[in-house]
């Protein structure tokens, strides 16, 4: 390995929600090919772990902020009821802080 790619992966910048947003769409795609069901069951793992860190994750502007209510919205688990409250928490917050911001300008 090169120090440019030990680099690359050492490198502690937060990961964005667009970063999340592009990976988990990504491997939702990979999830649904034709792949043996053990490799499938850990894409889906990985999908919803990376659900809990969009869900988690700033938005750095309105658009962005549109795609992570949908995409949270469409990964809707029919097993945790508190998910649309804390959906609904995540956009809040972000409604509030893109406000600032913007009555700032």
Known sequence: MTDSTT?????SDPTTLSQFLYT???LRNLAR???PSQIVDEMVHT????????LEAPAADWREL???AL???EEL???DPDWVDRICESV???IVRLSAVKAAE
């Open 77 to 79: 688990p029919v097993d």
């Open 92 to 94: 809040s917050g972000d």
């Open 71 to 73: 995409l949270m919205i």
């Open 33 to 35: 090919g034709a792949l």
């Open 7 to 11: 680099a690359a992966i050492t490198h």
């Open 24 to 26: 988990h769409e990504k």
């Open 66 to 68: 549109s795609k992570k």
């Open 47 to 54: 999908v919803c772990g990376i659900s809990e860190k969009v």
